[in-house]
């Protein structure tokens, strides 16, 4: 279907300066054409001209109008855009009046697909256009942007390469083993190389994933420390209920905060104690060790006012080797002695005196934070990878680690390491799409928008 001229609107429906029509297909510069005037006879690629729309002789709005020759062009067909004013009736007219003379409608990412049809892109790198749409946060589209520019492409090609040097060798060593005697050629190294390289990528998919819903941070402490306190404190209102009653918070709350391009999901639960709240509380307590164990970082408080308490201690435990700032609230009464006891409690953790209630140094609170992101992963190293990705690459990894540990067998199954590196090249071929499985392409391009 794709000799079918189509279009859509490409910038966000709504009020606006601007709004782009984009036309793709060999019909585009006469679609336009018939529509937008005046125009030179013939007109020339990447250049804007000035002029209106017309319906029926009706000058309807005031543009530009650019061209693109196939292939060079986002689709890689000849392709045409047209800005107008942003209004939703004149942009529905000017829709309208393309369908009229030839064009039809696009579906949704259909614009992508073409130009993944054309190679312009691979399957990797349009998912990086609708996931640098849809990112949430700077660091998130700038590592999405980085997959477009070919990031994940590469290594995933390298990883292919590996695959194919492999194959290669054992493909002729099986040939020539009967009479020459041949080794099965060495190739492991440059798939040992590869299988070190799939860690590295989905180590980071944990640290990408993160970036992309935000990291989980929790502020843990016994009833009454000043949880909540904080956690009003550092999205600057009062969101959670303060009281001097202890077990005020029952259930979880959570709200994103934005830091240095990243997401953070900070939760204030209730106050953990020992015992002797009632059923409600209870639960609230349970929801508070359930967030705690999906947490990426704790802010672990403790009242400097007021002698530790055992539930102090028993929290401590709960939060093992789990990245974590020690803060000891209520710094405006802070008393020498308790301060003392919490530095010999919690020996080797720094203490960041702070007051929620006055905003004292809530400076070590926020550096924290903004410290979390460099500690998970290099950010500069860190590659993107969506859940259909992640799902093939943990395959990759298992398939690669299967050839090396039968090649090292003596003597290595040629056959067996035949058929699994096949199945390498084919799982590499579901990634970039060079294997078009119609429904996982289906499944890719509708979660689109229409116009990209
Ligand atoms: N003096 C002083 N009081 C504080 C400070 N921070 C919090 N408080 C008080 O401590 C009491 C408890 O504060 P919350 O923020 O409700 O404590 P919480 O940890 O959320 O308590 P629960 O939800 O019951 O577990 C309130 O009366 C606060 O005003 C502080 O820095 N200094
Ligand atoms: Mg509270």
Known sequence: MDEETIVALATPPGRGGIAVIRLSGALSGEVARRIFQPLPARVQARRSYHGFIHD????????????FRAPRSYSGEEMAEISLHSNLFLVEKALELACRHGARSALPGEFTYRAFRNNKLDLLQAEAVNDLIRANTRAGALMEFDNLEGRLSATVAQVRDALLRAAVEIETGIEFAEDQHLEAGPGGDGLAAALALLEKVLACSRFSEAVSRGFQVVIAGRVNVGKSSLFNALLLRERSIVSALPGTTRDYIEETLHLGGFAFRVSDVAGIRAAGGDDIENQGMQR???????????????????????????????????????????????????????????????????????????????AFLASLPGELAQPADAVAVNLRQKGLLEKLRETVGRVLRLQAQEPAPGELVAEELRQGLRLVGELT?????????????????IGK
Do not use: W, Y
């Open 56 to 67: 029926a002789g009706r000058r309807i709005d005031e543009g530009l109008a650019v061209f």
């Open 288 to 366: 508070s060790l359930e967030r705690l164990a999906a947490a990426d970082a704790v802010l672990f408080m403790v009242d400097a006012s007021q002698p530790l308490q055992e539930s102090d201690l028993e929290i401590h435990r709960l939060l093992g080797g789990r990245r974590r700032i020690l803060l000891a609230n209520k710094s405006d009464r802070g008393r020498q002695d308790v301060i003392a006891a919490i530095r010999t409690a919690f020996p080797g953790e720094p203490l960041n005196l702070i007051s929620a209630k006055h905003g004292d140094n809530l400076e070590a609170v926020t």
């Open 433 to 449: 799409g060079a294997i078009g499985v119609d429904d996982v392409l289906r499944g890719v391009f509708a979660r689109f928008c």
